[in-house]
């Protein structure tokens, strides 16, 4: 037979001013009146039939009897707010970690991750870069934005956009060297990214230019020869949705129509192993509306 449970708010009453040593505090943090608390206090006293706070002039103290179930009841109640934070999602956070290559991150990614923030505030994204090819097993990462065919072993991949290359300058490169065909090109200097090496020998012979795509300034990243464009420096290969912003406000123009297509394009990756979560469910449907959506303007 099971025992009979004390009632749970004279309870709770009990534990709040034995922990404070005052019925005055108890009511302020259950923001009730002391007389609701001494009620409360009454009611548990009778349903035991012992006496649990001694009533001093300045305030109360456990009797050996209120001890002993302060005791047992505080812990209780620990255990209890414990289990419910186990189990609890209100205030909780989903972390959701992506690697991303730098000139994704800071040319896509980065400028409108506050729109997915602001629509999952709960999601807390933590994003690092690198163009290394993620390990899964041993990095602690949900998804991974890569760049390929999408034929990854073990890897499910999502497209997210295809690889379209374009040459950009700025306008006042534009204008001082009067780029008019893609030969023009063998008159400047040629900006190149060292993460993707063979583009401009891609897009020169898409374009069937005559032009030795081999000089001009290497860098580390697309990002930073997309800069040293803006800054009159020549004129780089970008993939053309890093730039379309750019080319919409005419901070940078595209001197030439042809497009060459890489047949690549950029990926989100996770093992074929995990199902995806929900907040890695929600980032993808976010990039794909994100993307779809740019595409039409």
Aim: proline share 6%; net charge neutral.
């Amino acid at each position: 037979m099971q025992t009979a449970f004390p009632p749970l708010n004279p309870l709770r009453t009990f534990e709040v001013a034995a922990r404070l040593c005052s019925l005055t505090l108890a009511a302020e943090e259950l923001n009730v009146s002391q007389v609701a608390v001494s009620r409360q206090v009454k009611v548990l006293e009778e349903y035991l039939g012992v006496i649990l706070f001694r009533r001093l002039h300045r305030g109360i103290e456990l009797t050996d009897e209120g001890r002993l179930l302060y005791e047992g009841v505080s812990r209780a109640f620990n255990d209890i707010a414990n289990a419910t934070r186990l189990v609890s999602r209100r205030g909780r956070r989903d972390i959701l970690a992506i690697q991303s290559y730098t000139t994704f991150s800071q040319r896509w990614l980065i400028p409108r991750l506050t729109h997915f923030h602001d629509a999952h505030p709960r999601i807390e994204i933590r994003l690092s870069s690198s163009i290394m090819p993620v390990d899964f097993e041993t990095q602690n990462l949900d998804a991974a934005i890569r760049a390929g065919k999408g034929d990854w072993d073990g890897l499910h991949c999502e497209k997210l956009v295809d690889i379209e290359l374009i040459p950009i300058c700025s306008p006042a490169f534009q204008r001082q060297h009067n780029l008019r065909h893609p030969d023009d090109l063998r008159r400047v200097r040629l900006l190149h990214s060292m993460a993707r090496p063979t583009d401009w020998q891609a897009w020169i012979k898409r374009a069937g230019a005559n032009v030795d795509p081999t000089p001009g300034i290497r860098f580390e990243s697309s990002a930073l020869a997309y800069e040293a464009a803006a800054m009159d420096s020549g004129v780089a290969l970008a993939v053309k949705v890093f730039v379309k912003r750019q080319l919409q406000t005419e901070s940078l123009i595209a001197p030439f129509d042809t497009v060459c297509f890489s047949g690549e394009g950029y990926f989100l990756t996770w093992p074929k192993t995990v199902p995806p979560s929900p907040p890695l469910t929600k980032f993808l449907d976010w990039m794909r509306e994100t993307m779809r959506s740019e595409a039409e303007v």
